[in-house]
């Protein structure tokens, strides 16, 4: 009776420390994930050579230009002020090592899309990021509410 109640004791030390490795073994993986990227970067390249972003010369657009290149994406930078561009193209070139092309842009004037199409033909864009800001007004309003030129200009097609 004393041998089988110490094999009963050591066959349940065994399933309770088996219980124990399996649930660090869980919890490891879990805190793990949360350092690897969601996305491993072969996706992002995957989807074409080149990302275009808008609005890049500073704010959110800078932030984007800079991810997607660390992301291994080379990088075309949209914006107005021709210094900004030079100055974020150059530091993105010097960080992550990235090819970075610039486009100076007003999106406030009609004329400029037949300038971008050229300086775009030939790349394999695979992301594009709108961050243009363009208000009718200073003051926020409803999409539905704005100016009619504003409307045509923003929907698809």
């Known amino acids: 009776m004393g041998d089988v109640l110490e094999q009963f004791f050591i066959l349940t030390g ?4 088996l219980a124990c490795l399996v649930k660090c073994m869980r919890f490891s993986r879990c805190i793990l994930l949360n350092y690897w990227k969601v996305l491993p ?3 992002l390249r995957s989807m074409g050579q080149w990302a275009v972003i808008t609005g890049a010369g500073d704010g959110i657009g800078k932030a984007y230009s800079f991810e997607l290149a660390r992301h ?3 990088v075309v930078l949209i914006s107005r002020t021709l210094e900004k561009l030079e100055a974020t193209a ?3 070139e010097r960080t992550t090592g990235r090819s970075v092309k610039i486009i ?3 999106f406030t004037k009609d004329d400029i899309y ?3 199409k050229e300086k775009l033909t030939g790349l394999e864009i ?3 990021v709108n961050n243009v800001g363009m208000l009718p007004n200073l003051l926020p309003s409803h999409f539905l509410n704005a100016p009619d030129e ?3 200009s923003c929907s698809p097609g």
């Open 72 to 74: 291994g994406l080379d």
């Open 90 to 92: 150059t530091e993105i």
């Open 104 to 106: 100076q842009a007003d």
């Open 41 to 43: 970067k072969p996706f």
């Open 14 to 17: 065994l399933l309770v420390c």
């Open 114 to 116: 037949e300038h971008i």
């Open 150 to 152: 504003i409307q045509v």
């Open 126 to 128: 695979g992301i594009l």
